[in-house]
């Protein structure tokens, strides 16, 4: 082969390199720029799904108002207008299509912001947030307290900040407190079964000077564990015997729901005060594993 053939040989060698690069570097953007427009597109279709009260995403059960405007099931409970147009909600009225939409897509961990990269259907985010390792945690007295952290520093917390509050060992003890006017929430850590447990008592103004005391029992875990126990709550004297058997709610489970259910111990200001002694009362706790 003579000088002239090798060298149209290199050059057409070097011709088709540049037109591989060329198509490589073009297959490269094409797959970025589908990429990008389909991450927009997926951001897009959940970003539907906003609610408008909570900027969380609204999740089947999906309701909405008369508009068809979206609302997630947690805060349609607590308001009685959309916070768009200002309708009244008349029913519970679902849309069946968003749901159905919603069951084919994934959606971000509502902990995201803390670090949580994870994506999951509907069904499967709420049993991952449960016991999600960035899921950040509130005090359990948030009237008086907006302390926030990790499920580990939960304890430490109430040791720490709220120096009140007695820690007992055993499955079965007594908690005892002075029931007056002024005091609003009682509340004692029990410490069985590898677990710590938030004996807590409430007293909620009904009317006027008409007050009811509610008691129960929080398991500071999440609700897989939860479920793993039972607890009787008792009152007694010689002559009466109030008890109550139910299941401690978790850390991620809100006080007021379990009071607004009933799920709790509740008896009237005046009953509780002719259970107790000098004003003090003795409230049998035993928590035992199921």
């Known amino acids: 082969m003579d000088e002239r053939s090798d060298a149209g040989l290199n050059e057409q060698t070097a011709t088709d390199s540049h037109q591989n690069d060329e198509d490589s570097n073009y297959k490269q ?3 970025k720029h589908e990429d990008n427009q389909s991450g927009d597109q997926f951001s ?9 009260v909570c900027y969380d995403y609204v999740l ?5 108002c008369t508009r068809g ?8 409970l607590k308001i ?9 909600f008349e029913t519970d009225v679902r849309n069946l299509q968003m749901e159905k939409l919603a069951r084919t897509l994934v959606f971000p961990c509502k902990f995201r912001q803390s670090g949580c990269q994870l994506c999951f259907s509907p069904d499967e985010r709420k049993i991952h947030e449960d016991s999600c390792p960035f899921r950040i945690y509130s005090c359990p007295f948030p009237i008086t307290c907006r302390w926030q952290g990790s499920l580990d520093s939960v304890v430490s917390h109430i040791v720490n900040s709220h120096k009140t509050v ?3 060992d055993g499955e079965d003890v007594v908690f005892s407190f002075v029931i007056t006017s002024e005091v609003t929430v009682w509340a004692m850590i ?8 938030l004996v807590l008592v409430r007293k909620i103004e009904m009317s006027h000077y008409i007050y009811q005391l509610y008691a129960l029992v929080q398991v500071i875990a999440p609700k897989s564990i939860a479920r793993n126990f039972a607890y009787v709550l008792t009152l007694k004297d010689e002559q ?9 709610i978790s850390i991620n489970d809100c006080i007021d729901d379990a009071i607004a259910v009933r799920d709790c111990l509740s008896v009237d200001f005046v009953t509780a005060k002719s259970f107790s002694q000098d004003g003090n009362i003795r409230l049998l706790v035993a928590i035992k594993a199921i």
Not at 44 to 52: D, K, Y
Not at 190 to 197: G, L, S, Y
């Open 69 to 76: 405007h979206l609302i997630c099931e947690k805060c349609r």
């Open 44 to 52: 897009s279709i959940i970003n539907l799904f906003e609610c408008p």
């Open 29 to 31: 953007i094409k797959r």
């Open 60 to 64: 089947p059960p999906i309701k909405q």
């Open 166 to 168: 007695p820690m007992q």
């Open 80 to 88: 009685l207008k959309c916070p768009v147009c200002n309708e009244t």
């Open 240 to 248: 009466r015997r109030l008890a109550l058997e139910s299941s401690p």
């Open 190 to 197: 029990q410490k069985c079964h590898d677990q710590h447990f």
